[in-house]
């Protein structure tokens, strides 16, 4: 069929009253589907249930160096389970610090520090003046609400097939209010971009006004691959010390979406000089994290390759859902002319951008119907999207079958919600 905007007002008024008669069909069937958060499902979490009796009186509880975990000590972590990061994120152990079970609230810390006491001898932000943070959006909800927590002005910077705009980025960086930026560089939240060579080089090259700049490098899904060949992406760290900024980036993961997303273990990666910061911080905060569990993670993962075959078992479950989320709006949204999607390799999301002005409408259309989405608005600061498209779709929650309803029931409610917009004007 040709585009709706194609269509003359009479054609709309038919076609939506069709519309309206299937939706009120779905809302007479009392649905309660959640794709509102990236929650692995219940067969992902049963893939580490094993893990639960890895360490126990009988196969032990001490660590490589003897160290028994059930005790005080060891601030920054098991050098086990610190050298399996340092695999991951492919640095030195000694760059690595392992926390507790959120890197959220590992970087919620570092930006609680910054701005209250400073970073590395530099005065805290708050001192500062008005400071700001650059945003690539669409972005993370949560990263945003950790720096409006502190009253951090955000200054949203789009995003592009290779990552954030650099141009922008490299001009917004001569003022020395702006203090850092947020990336989610690998299957970023919510489009799926991986930074390019190209990006990850100019960022580790830029040079900003504010001595204390900060990129979070929050790399959450660096091994959440949905094929056999994922993408990747450039190691950041020894790009920035070809040009001695070896400090400008402190880099985040965790295992929250690879065992358990409430008890999993994070980490940060950093320079010496960052990891020396954070853990004086530390030696105030705890006297060290859980480190059962991380011993826990180390018997059942082993090593790097360990986890990468788990990944495997994950991506085996995710990849059908993301082929309905996919199909589905191949299927009913591609002639229509009023929605365009991303086909990410990996991550948790698909991110859509529906016609102008129609994305609360059509997340309010599908609530009434029972299918509880991501707030429209949500991947932008202040949970503002000028122009009210974005829509950010977390697949891996509900069952197949589940999933194939509520994306029949998205692309009813996107089209009603257009049929409505081009009526009114």
């Not at 970023?188 to 001595?211: E, F, I």
């Not at 070896?246 to 409430?262: A, C, H, L, W, Y």
């Not at 273990?265 to 010496?272: G, T």
Request: net charge negative; charged share 25%; proline share 6%.
């Amino acid at each position: 069929m040709s585009g709706l905007k194609e269509l003359s007002k009479e054609k709309l008024v038919q076609r939506e009253s069709r519309l309206r008669q299937q939706y009120d069909a779905y809302r007479a069937q009392g649905l309660q589907l959640d794709m509102s958060r990236g929650k692995p499902g219940a067969q992902q979490l049963d893939l580490t249930l094993d893990m639960l009796d890895c360490v126990n009186a009988r196969d032990g509880y001490r660590a490589a160096n003897g160290m028994d975990t059930r005790n005080y000590g060891l601030l920054d972590g098991l050098p086990e389970i610190k050298a399996l990061f340092a695999d991951i994120l492919g640095v030195a152990p000694e760059q690595v610090i392992v926390g507790g079970n959120s890197s959220l609230n590992m970087m919620f810390d570092y930006i609680a520090t910054a701005y209250s006491r400073g970073v590395c001898g530099h005065a805290p932000w708050c001192e500062q003046g008005a400071v700001k943070f650059l945003c690539p959006v669409p972005g993370y909800d949560r990263h945003f609400a950790v720096t409006q927590y502190f009253g951090i002005e955000m200054i949203p910077v789009k995003m592009t097939p290779y990552g954030p705009d650099m141009d922008t980025i490299e001009r917004l960086i001569a003022d020395p209010l702006v203090k850092g930026m947020w990336c989610v560089p690998m299957y970023s939240n919510p489009d799926g971009v991986t930074y390019s060579d190209d990006t990850v080089r100019r960022l580790a090259a830029m040079q900003p006004a504010a001595p204390d700049f900060r990129i979070i490098w929050d790399n959450a899904y660096c091994l959440h691959h949905l094929e056999d060949e994922g993408d990747t992406l450039l190691n950041i760290f020894p790009e920035l010390e070809k040009h001695g900024h070896e400090d400008m980036v402190v880099e985040f993961t965790s295992t929250s979406k690879i065992s358990f997303p409430g008890s999993g273990v994070a980490a940060l990666a950093a320079s010496p000089a960052n990891v020396a910061d954070v853990k004086k911080r530390m030696t105030v905060q705890t006297i060290g994290h859980d480190k059962l569990n991380m011993l826990r993670h180390v018997k059942f993962f082993k090593d790097i390759d360990g986890i990468r075959r788990h990944m495997k078992l994950h991506a085996a479950i995710l990849h059908p859902r993301f082929q309905v989320v996919l199909d589905t709006l191949e299927g009913r949204l591609a002639n229509l002319g009023i929605a365009h999607w991303h086909h990410p390799r990996g991550g948790y999301f698909v991110s859509v951008n529906v016609m102008d002005g129609c994305a609360k409408r059509t997340v309010e259309l599908l609530k009434e119907a029972g299918v509880v989405m991501t707030p429209a608005g949500a991947t932008f600061p202040y949970g503002n999207d000028p122009r009210d498209r974005n829509i950010r779709i977390a697949p891996s929650f509900p069952a197949v079958e589940e999933l194939a309803v509520a994306m029949e029931l998205f692309c009813l409610c996107t089209e009603l919600a257009a049929i409505e917009k081009l009526l009114a004007e």
